[in-house]
């Protein structure tokens, strides 16, 4: 690709072939990626690589990534793989992600899992809460659930009753977020709306608002 001269054109030409190869053979491409010195090039070509391979290997590619020392590049992988797998089988990348090396590709591999599970099951990223250790993860995952469409409830009732008084100000302070706003969902319901639904169904007093 002599003919691009910008390091970021020839990163992205170079990452839509690294793409389609890994259509065409997945681990081949995977190999080629881990090959290349670390640098722009490869961290593009292990995002391409994982946004495959997330899809139609996941496992192998779990593997792999477990497997390769902390660097800009693997972390796209780990990324790249856990927002993908995360929407198709979110347990089973959980469960990979909780086995990882502690440092900042787990820490980032668990916030997106987290994330995820927060809009799928509420209730179940709720329980993670008691898992974490208070700092950013636990923060970011008691705003998430405050001011998720799917979880517009009171953090007090639900999430609250045990979070010390600056995590319960948070969950309030993302709720209000929400319900100022008052954002739709899908179907045309407003947060407060969501609200009431989320409430009956989990058996949560409803927010006064």
Request: proline fraction near 5%; charged fraction near 20%.
């Amino acid at each position: 690709m002599p003919s691009l001269a910008d390091i970021h054109d020839r990163s992205r030409v170079h990452a839509a072939i690294v793409r389609r190869w890994a259509e065409l053979d997945g681990h081949g491409a995977f190999e080629y990626a881990n090959s290349l010195g670390e640098g722009e090039m490869k961290v593009q070509a292990m995002a391409a690589v994982a946004e495959v391979l997330a899809h139609s290997d996941p496992q192998f590619l779990a593997a792999q990534a477990a497997t390769m020392p902390s660097t800009r590049s693997s972390r796209e992988l780990i990324q790249g793989l856990t927002s993908n797998w995360a929407e198709t089988d979110v347990y089973s990348a959980l469960a990979w992600a909780e086995k990882l090396p502690e440092g900042l590709s787990k820490n980032d591999a668990l916030a997106i899992i987290r994330s995820q599970l927060g809009r799928q099951n509420p209730e179940e990223a709720a329980a993670q809460l008691s898992q974490l250790p208070p700092g950013d993860s636990r923060n970011s995952l008691i705003s998430n659930l405050a001011a998720s469409g799917d979880c517009v409830i009171r953090p007090s009732d639900c999430l609250g009753n045990s979070l010390p008084p600056a995590e319960k100000t948070l969950a309030m302070s993302g709720l209000a977020g929400c319900l100022g706003t008052a954002r739709s969902d899908s179907r045309g319901k407003s947060c407060g709306e969501i609200a009431g639904r989320r409430s009956a169904e989990s058996g949560c007093p409803r927010s006064g608002v």
